[in-house]
């Protein structure tokens, strides 16, 4: 059973990556348990003179150990945590070094950990923000230099390496709608074929002319049309082979 939900989690991890992190494999569990070990081991305490929802500290990104350990002071001039106390920290912190032993720690069973030990809501203002350093923590783990960072689902939509666009860009390369997702044995063997790192430089090239589009004011250009070429790229026959043999086309 660990073995199938490793091949899950794994598989799920590369829809979240970009076109070259396909090329690079789905091998960033490692990359991302290693982020998150020191993003919450730094302890490095913040405290906040106001209500967090209204304090300029929320501008910024804090790393989990800060947002964990924030604390407000009271009119009083005593200190209090927002979030846990420094006995509960160390528990979550065992918890998490016992998670990242396991193939499937994935930025989902972070975020599910946490939820249930603080307690949060997903109306929560503090589930948001720990949702958003999670997500930063897992680009930075997956996709290394790359200069783009997106944060929200809106803004994952409107990145150039939105998995969506790569998933569509296959689909029409093949004449069908895509899968919702391409699975492990799929992903090890395009990312070992000879024109892979091509098309995903092709496929950036037209995303990076969709975004100037939008830039320019020109009015919901619809990307399915830019993918339409593809077609006529001879280099990618054996990659539209691979994928009608996978999708039983």
Request: with cysteine.
């Amino acid at each position: 059973m660990a073995d199938a939900n490793g091949a899950i989690e794994r598989a799920i991890a590369f829809l979240e990556m970009s076109p070259f992190a396909l090329h690079r494999g789905y091998s960033s569990t490692n990359a991302f348990a290693r982020a998150v070990k020191e993003d919450i081991d730094v302890d490095e305490r913040i405290v906040i003179g106001d209500q967090y929802g209204a304090s300029r500290i929320r501008e910024l990104s804090l790393s989990l150990r800060q947002i964990l350990q924030l604390a407000q002071l009271d009119a009083n001039g005593s200190q209090r945590r927002v979030l846990v106390d420094d006995v509960t920290i160390g528990r979550l912190q065992d918890k998490i070094a016992d998670l990242v032993t396991h193939e499937f720690f994935s930025k989902q069973i972070l975020l599910g950990l946490l939820q249930e030990q603080l307690g949060l809501s997903e109306d929560d203002l503090f589930y948001e923000v720990i949702a958003a350093r999670i997500a930063i923590i897992h680009l930075r783990a997956t996709i290394g230099n790359t200069s783009f960072m997106e944060v929200t689902h809106s803004r994952d939509q409107l990145s150039p390496y939105y998995y969506q666009h790569l998933l569509n860009h296959l689909g029409m390369l093949v004449d069908c709608p895509p899968k919702p997702e391409l699975g492990v044995e799929l992903v090890d063997e395009l990312r070992s074929m000879q024109w892979w790192r091509f098309f995903a430089n092709y496929h950036l090239r037209l995303m990076a002319d969709l975004h100037a589009r939008r830039a320019s004011g020109e009015p919901d250009p619809d990307p399915l049309i830019m993918f339409e070429g593809s077609h006529l790229i001879t280099q990618f026959d054996d990659i539209r082979a691979v994928l009608r043999n996978a999708w039983g086309l």
